[in-house]
């Protein structure tokens, strides 16, 4: 017999085990006519619960963890409980729909309703409001506008932005749109796309040039995605208009996939080649806080 097998048996006693403890104890409450929770026990049955709140949410992150699934002697260590305890907090769960166990080799794995739940965090979040403060504070840092875009097909939307009080400094209106090639938000939700999705969009687009700057050969634009995923940011060295400059770094979502970018714009003379290094770690930086505020993770290669 295998060690795997040996583990299937062992868990499976356990669980008979454990279900024949769960129903002497109901047939003794029975007996007694005592229903669980009454008299003076009240109070104690409260903390428990509490504690089985706690011990069955422990155990769904452990299963959330193990992709492939765990058996029940695993979930148990995995938690430091008896088996008999953990077997009666999969019961739980799986009766109320977060967990599932597959037949074929008893593992016990998150089920859709878990994957709802999470889901329903990620749809209430509003990473706009989330990054406003964070454009606020880079304006105040670098004393240039700041701004935080998303994609639409090959496009940039603008959908916040920190003006800079210089009399001098780059606006843009907000709903406002840019090539994705030809801005530094653009290229740096680009550097992380997913390559399928990048040849969908990308792969039959004529790179139209918005300055003399722009690059429009797509090899060439490939090769500097590389070096911005590479370095953590993107620069668009007056691709998008004569005489502005800029500096932005992609948020990334839970998958790793460019959710968003946030950058740093301002007039050539200011933001000119000496200053671009103290500028992209700033908003580099910025980026990574804002993606691990919102729950997401930078990769370090784009997602399959």
Known sequence: MTERKRQRASDTNQQRAADTTQQRA???????????????????????????????????????AAPNGLALSEAADAVGLAPSTAHRL???????????????????????????????????????????????????????????GIRDDGMV?????????????MITRLGSRAPLHASGVGKALLAWMPEPEFARIMGGRVLEGETPNTLTDLPTLRAQLETIRRQGYAVDREEHA?????????????????????????????????????????????????????GGKTPSEPPA
């Open 26 to 64: 109901g047939e003794k409450r029975r007996a007694v006519g005592r229903p669980a929770g009454g008299g003076k026990s009240a109070g104690k049955s409260g903390g428990g619960h509490s504690q089985s709140l706690v011990r069955g949410l422990t155990i769904l992150e452990a299963l959330a």
């Open 90 to 148: 999969l019961q739980a769960l799986y009766q109320q729909g977060f967990i599932t166990q597959d037949g074929s080799n008893g593992l016990w794995r998150i089920d859709v309703k878990t994957f709802r739940i999470g889901n329903s965090f990620l749809e209430a979040r509003d990473f706009v409001a989330t990054a406003r403060p964070f454009l606020r504070r880079l304006t105040a840092l670098s004393g240039e506008t700041a701004n935080l």
């Open 157 to 169: 939307v603008y959908l916040a932005q920190s003006e800079s009080p210089q009399m001098m400094r």
């Open 242 to 294: 004569i005489g502005l400059n800029c500096v932005a770094a992609t948020l990334h979502d839970e998958s790793g996939l460019p959710l968003a970018a946030i950058s740093v714009s301002g007039p050539v003379a200011r933001i000119d080649d000496s200053r671009l290094p103290e500028l992209a770690a700033l908003v580099a930086d910025t980026a990574r806080e804002i993606t691990a505020r919102l």
